[in-house]
């Protein structure tokens, strides 16, 4: 393989010039960079990480914090991420951070301690008060995406306003008995994502005079958990409502199909919407409020880059947007139909 030696010699200049013409760092006459530029791509010459970190003073590395990968969300942002990235030659450093966990406490004591990154991004992350000291302290530019603001730079859909559209939209369609499905029963585990949503559904109910009959039914954002919860829910014909909102989509869907297997049809005994667009949500015919993680992933970079570029520039929040796509999962009440009585677990 080519070394920085073999591309000055071949373009005619010092290694010094060479590198400076590859790297970026410092100045080189347009003439010569294209000289050494050519010459490397003649030679096949690669840099490597070390070698550019010893000239620019960065590892060519984002820390990239993840609470799991085993939901849609996270995995679609982190795509996004690592698309951004290789287009700018960075590598992806992947830091598991699932809440109360001994490999979380192992990530902010040891593994980001160590500051082999230019910059993190943060998906999802709820960092109580001693890690978001932490993270302060590394002194490395922070974006977070889809949960908590770090107070840096973020991306993320308006959760706060998804919750109450979602909500709004079985209001205008006539329904008053919703119930919100999905959320960790002991809130330790909610993302702050998710306590949006449900602080959205919360104010449209009390816009439209329902706060008593708000409900909450808790339960893991699983598709498993979203199936749980709408069979207590729903298994109570003398309680059972006339529409759900799940928290999200894999919940939505878990509540659809616990619907089917009770015998209650939707949408014309139970209108259901989610939050995301999930690749299951029109396979479902779901009505969801649509966000586009990949778009965010990539966001998070050019966020990141910038502040690496200009660590004094002011913070940014993008909210991307999330538009309601309506389906054939929610329908006016009927009321006749909503009141059909004998549909059991």
């Given at each position: 393989?080519?070394?920085?030696?073999?591309?000055?010699?071949?373009?005619?200049?010092?290694?010094?010039?060479?590198?400076?013409?590859?790297?970026?760092?410092?100045?080189?006459?347009?003439?010569?960079?294209?000289?050494?530029?050519?010459?490397?791509?003649?030679?096949?010459?690669?840099?490597?990480?070390?070698?550019?970190?010893?000239?620019?003073?960065?590892?060519?590395?984002?820390?990239?914090?993840?609470?799991?990968?085993?939901?849609?969300?996270?995995?679609?942002?982190?795509?996004?991420?690592?698309?951004?990235?290789?287009?700018?030659?960075?590598?992806?450093?992947?830091?598991?951070?699932?809440?109360?966990?001994?490999?979380?406490?192992?990530?902010?004591?040891?593994?980001?301690?160590?500051?082999?990154?230019?910059?993190?991004?943060?998906?999802?992350?709820?960092?109580?008060?001693?890690?978001?000291?932490?993270?302060?302290?590394?002194?490395?530019?922070?974006?977070?995406?889809?949960?908590?603001?770090?107070?840096?730079?973020?991306?993320?859909?308006?959760?706060?306003?998804?919750?109450?559209?979602?909500?709004?939209?079985?209001?205008?369609?006539?329904?008053?008995?919703?119930?919100?499905?999905?959320?960790?029963?002991?809130?330790?585990?909610?993302?702050?994502?998710?306590?949006?949503?449900?602080?959205?559904?919360?104010?449209?109910?009390?816009?439209?005079?329902?706060?008593?009959?708000?409900?909450?039914?808790?339960?893991?954002?699983?598709?498993?958990?979203?199936?749980?919860?709408?069979?207590?829910?729903?298994?109570?014909?003398?309680?059972?409502?006339?529409?759900?909102?799940?928290?999200?989509?894999?919940?939505?869907?878990?509540?659809?199909?616990?619907?089917?297997?009770?015998?209650?049809?939707?949408?014309?005994?139970?209108?259901?919407?989610g939050i995301d667009d999930h690749a299951y949500a029109e396979m479902f015919s779901l009505t969801t409020l649509q966000q586009k993680p990949h778009q965010q992933g990539r966001a998070a970079v050019q966020l990141l880059m910038w502040q690496l570029d200009d660590p004094d520039a002011p913070t940014h929040r993008i909210y991307e947007a999330s538009p309601l796509v309506v389906r054939s999962s929610t329908a006016a009440i009927d009321d006749a139909s909503s009141a059909i009585v004998g549909v059991g677990p």
């Amino acid at each position: 393989m080519a070394g920085i030696a073999d591309v000055a010699r071949a373009a005619g200049v010092s290694k010094s010039t060479a590198s400076r013409a590859l790297t970026g760092a410092g100045y080189v006459s347009e003439e010569t960079r294209g000289r050494v530029q050519d010459a490397a791509v003649a030679l096949g010459y690669v840099p490597t990480t070390s070698a550019v970190s010893l000239v620019t003073g960065r590892t060519q590395t984002i820390g990239v914090v993840v609470p799991t990968l085993d939901r849609w969300f996270f995995a679609h942002v982190l795509e996004g991420i690592q698309d951004a990235l290789l287009e700018r030659r960075y590598d992806l450093a992947l830091y598991g951070a699932q809440p109360e966990s001994d490999a979380r406490n192992a990530m902010f004591e040891h593994f980001l301690a160590r500051k082999r990154f230019d910059g993190l991004i943060a998906v999802g992350i709820e960092p109580s008060a001693h890690e978001l000291e932490r993270l302060v302290a590394f002194g490395k530019p922070v974006v977070s995406v889809g949960g908590y603001d770090l107070g840096t730079n973020a991306v993320s859909i308006d959760d706060r306003a998804a919750g109450r559209i979602a909500t709004e939209h079985l209001l205008g369609l006539g329904h008053r008995a919703i119930t919100f499905v999905g959320g960790d029963p002991d809130g330790r585990r909610t993302s702050f994502g998710d306590r949006q949503r449900l602080d959205g559904y919360l104010g449209a109910m009390q816009a439209a005079g329902l706060e008593a009959s708000a409900r909450h039914a808790p339960c893991e954002v699983t598709m498993p958990g979203g199936y749980g919860a709408a069979v207590e829910v729903l298994g109570d014909r003398r309680t059972r409502p006339t529409a759900l909102v799940g928290v999200c989509d894999e919940v939505a869907v878990g509540a659809v199909i616990a619907a089917r297997r009770l015998g209650i049809r939707v949408p014309d005994q139970l209108s259901v919407v989610g939050i995301d667009d999930h690749a299951y949500a029109e396979m479902f015919s779901l009505t969801t409020l649509q966000q586009k993680p990949h778009q965010q992933g990539r966001a998070a970079v050019q966020l990141l880059m910038w502040q690496l570029d200009d660590p004094d520039a002011p913070t940014h929040r993008i909210y991307e947007a999330s538009p309601l796509v309506v389906r054939s999962s929610t329908a006016a009440i009927d009321d006749a139909s909503s009141a059909i009585v004998g549909v059991g677990p």
